[in-house]
Structure formats: C-alpha cells, structure tokens
C-alpha cells in the first residue's frame, strides 16, 4: 500500500501549496505556475491510476479501492485547478496596487486602501458601461392612450 500512501501525501502536498496562498491575493504569474503543477500533477496521477488498473488486470486483483481513492485524488486536484483558473479570471478584473499590492478594480484610478494613482493614463471620465438597450415601448397589439 505505499504507493497509495505517496499519492495521498503528494495531494497533501499540492494541497497545501495552493491552499497557503488561497486566502491571500496571489498574482497572476504565480497562479500559472501552480496551474501548471497542478496540471503536472494530474497527468502523473492519471498514470498512477492507469498503473494500478493495469496492475490489478494482469494479477487478477481487486483494485477498485485504490482506483476510487486516485479518482477521489484527481477529483481534488480538478477543484483546486478550479479555484486557480477562478481567480485568474479575477484578477483579469482587478489591478493590484503597486504600492500595497491591494486588489482594486480595473479601472480604479487610485488605490482604496492607500491611495496610490493606479491609473497610468489620465484620468478620464468617458467610460460608459457599454450596455445601452434602446428601451422602444413595444405597441404591437393594441394601443394604451389614456
Ligand atoms: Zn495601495
């Protein structure tokens, strides 16, 4: 059983190195990097699993506690590669200040913890949220004068 053992010391692991830096904010290139272990990790254990089925084919033994625990292995790396990409796709709307490295929104001009100017262009107030829906009163059927 010590292969199994390692796998599960190994998740541990990956675990824990994602999970010290969950709660803070991480920049993004770091983020990559944990993705692409992460990934790594993945790939290695779907070879483990493919080694213990194959094992467990050629002597004719029951495997399928081991395979449910890798399952269950991948299925947590899965999640934690989940939270990477989520956080990624938020700091693709956030800008960290360069002073504090506080998160603040893209097009915050200065920073709302200490106040740093953010914005490397100038302030500009023409900014629109770019949902205009023409609101035209539908009057197909019937007409409402009053
Ligand atoms: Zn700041």
New binding site residues.
């Given amino acids: 059983m010590s292969i199994l053992e390692d796998v599960v010391v190994n998740a541990k692991t990956a675990a824990n190195a994602v999970g010290k830096k969950a709660g803070q904010l991480v920049d993004s290139s770091k983020l990559k990097i944990s993705a692409a272990d992460l990934n790594n990790e993945i790939g290695k254990r779907f070879e483990n699993l493919g080694r213990i089925v194959y094992n467990a084919e050629k002597n004719g033994t029951d495997a399928s506690e081991m395979v449910k625990e890798n399952v269950e292995s991948i299925n947590d790396l899965y999640e934690q590669l989940d939270a990477i990409h989520q956080q990624l796709t938020a700091l693709r709307n956030k800008t960290l200040?360069?002073?504090?490295?506080?998160e603040?929104p893209i097009d915050a001009l200065y920073?709302?913890?200490?106040?740093?100017r953010l914005a490397t262009e100038e302030p500009e107030e023409e900014a629109q949220p770019e949902e205009e829906t023409e609101v035209e009163p539908a009057q197909e059927s019937g007409t409402t004068e009053e």
């Fill in positions: 200040c360069k002073n504090c490295g506080s603040n920073c709302n913890h200490c106040g740093t």
